[in-house]
């Protein structure tokens, strides 16, 4: 193994890398900041001191990994995330979904209800287009 940054990013297991439409990586973090209480362990520009070409956050104890779009290399412009929802299992769903909507620009999906499987549940997509699952024990009765 070499000697990695240990806050540029994981070096095992699996780590979601979100790819940010329309330069909205910074403000992307910034969001998961205030919304799902992430702390920035790498933050870096690019070439252009403009986009973000790497950030790594905590979020609830797990890596995430995030850039803003570079079509130059990829060919896309104004992607648009679909057919991925990122979870988060915590003891409190209600506090961590009002927060994620009271920052503003979330949406939701998939409105917060005790389900059928015994967890209280919701999922709401991000300003940046990414579906997030929030899920944690019913409220006591």
Do not use: C
Not at 6 to 25: D, E, F, K, W, Y
Not at 42 to 65: F, P, T, Y
Not at 109 to 129: E, H, I, T
Not at 130 to 136: A, D, L, N
């Amino acid at each position: 193994m070499t000697d990695a940054n240990p806050n540029q990013g994981p070096t095992s297991g699996v780590t979601p890398h979100l790819t940010i439409p329309a330069r909205g990586a910074s403000a992307a973090v910034d969001f998961y900041i205030i919304a799902f209480g992430a702390e920035v362990l790498d933050r870096r520009l690019a070439d252009d001191g403009e986009r973000l070409i790497h950030a790594h956050l905590k979020i609830n104890g797990a890596s995430v990994m995030l850039n803003d779009e570079f079509p130059e290399y990829t060919g896309q412009a104004n992607i648009r995330p679909v057919g991925v929802t990122l979870h988060l299992q915590v003891t409190d769903p209600d506090a961590w979904w009002t927060r994620a909507m009271v920052v503003g620009g979330a949406e939701p999906v998939m409105d917060m209800a005790d389900q059928f499987w015994g967890d209280r549940y919701g999922q709401l997509r991000d300003p940046f287009g990414h579906t997030w699952s929030i899920g944690g024990p019913k409220k006591d009765a």
